[in-house]
């Protein structure tokens, strides 16, 4: 290293990288990048590690998972040329939108100026392309207040404390949608057989979730009945939209890691998808794609919203306290917020 270089400390590195400190220690556990160490243990980021963390950053916007970017980095091209697709196509649908939104716009600035548009003809248009596309009154603990959706992407995380009411919102939200399902955790008692039975009735279908396996184990995930449940989910033909109760039961982290990747890549372009979790592998804030949204039930009851993956928007912050790792959530899983009566009554 050279000497005149100061090197950086964790926080400056991924200030600098336009990255979280959590980002650089997720490459770091994945091992694809080894911060160097001061006399007292600080993790300290010089010119070389710079540079390595600058790539993996840059592959990881295009939308690589960690197991893809380690095999760019060691040589193989062809990890990136599946993401360079996906993220050409995104960006070519981005592209029509913004086209459609700037024809109309000259459209009504040429009507106002030969004086052709009133003011409530105005209004009409620019609302054209913003219509809601779900709206329904909330279910209690709501006391009928209306949630209201104006675009729904193709991917969709529900998130909130426990006891916040994500599984009523959900089930409320599959039956205003036309073409859902719910996807719940009856999935994993017996699911072994029960994908077993749908898998040998159906080949074409067995043939899909052959692939996705393979691609999944390939990035490290652990083939279980509880993955086979919801990749049989995934793949099944007929269903346009699917909202997936707690999509982490009983997956490991190096397996959910893969999963959202699949997700990303592959199920949600053929399907609407809404994941119901509170595990930080499933939803990282950190490498949320342009055009998905986070659906947060807050603790206190209000109104379920809408928040943006953007830090210091409204919500961000209590999405992140939402959120635990796959570690955290095994040794929670089944506990349920309780307070005692008594407590109740002094409260009241």
């Given at each position: ?93 981005q592209a029509l939108q913004i086209a459609d939104t700037l024809s109309r716009v000259r459209r009504l600035r ?239």
């Open positions: 290293m050279n000497p005149r270089v100061r090197p950086l400390s964790a926080s400056q590195a991924a200030a600098r990288l336009g990255v979280s400190v959590k980002a650089l220690r997720l490459y770091e556990q994945s091992g694809l990048l080894a911060p160097n160490r001061t006399s007292a243990g600080w993790r300290s980021y010089g010119p070389k590690e710079m540079i390595r963390a600058g790539q993996i950053a840059t592959l990881r916007r295009l939308g690589l998972s960690l197991a893809e970017v380690g095999r760019v980095l060691e040589g193989d091209p062809s990890a990136l040329e599946c993401a360079l697709a996906a993220q050409e196509a995104r960006l070519r649908d040429s009507g106002i100026i030969q004086g052709q548009s009133s003011t409530a003809e105005l209004v009409v248009a620019l609302d054209a392309g913003t219509r809601l596309a779900v709206s329904f009154d909330l279910p209690w603990p709501w006391n009928g207040e209306t949630f209201e959706m104006r675009d729904i992407p193709s991917l969709s995380f529900i998130t909130g404390p426990l006891g916040s009411g994500k599984t009523r919102f959900a089930q409320r939200l599959v039956e205003t949608l036309h073409d859902a399902k719910f996807v719940g955790l009856d999935r994993i008692a017996g699911s072994g057989a029960d994908s077993r039975a749908r898998l040998d009735e159906d080949p074409a279908l067995n043939l899909r979730v052959e692939q996705a396996l393979a691609w999944l184990t390939k990035e490290g995930a652990r083939n279980s009945p509880a993955l086979m449940a919801l990749l049989v989910a995934l793949e099944a033909e007929g269903l346009t939209i699917l909202v997936i109760d707690m999509v982490e039961q009983e997956l490991d982290q190096a397996t959910q890691e893969a999963l959202i990747s699949y997700i990303r890549n592959c199920a949600s372009k053929r399907r609407t998808l809404f994941l119901m979790t509170r595990s930080s592998s499933i939803l990282d804030l950190d490498t949320m794609g342009g055009g998905e949204v986070v659906i947060l039930c807050p603790a206190n009851h209000n109104p379920p919203t809408c928040v943006l993956p953007n830090p210091g928007t409204p919500g961000y912050e209590a999405v992140a306290t939402c959120l635990a790792t796959p570690a955290v959530r095994a040794r929670t899983h089944g506990v349920i917020a309780w307070r005692p009566p008594t407590a109740l009554c002094d409260l009241a």
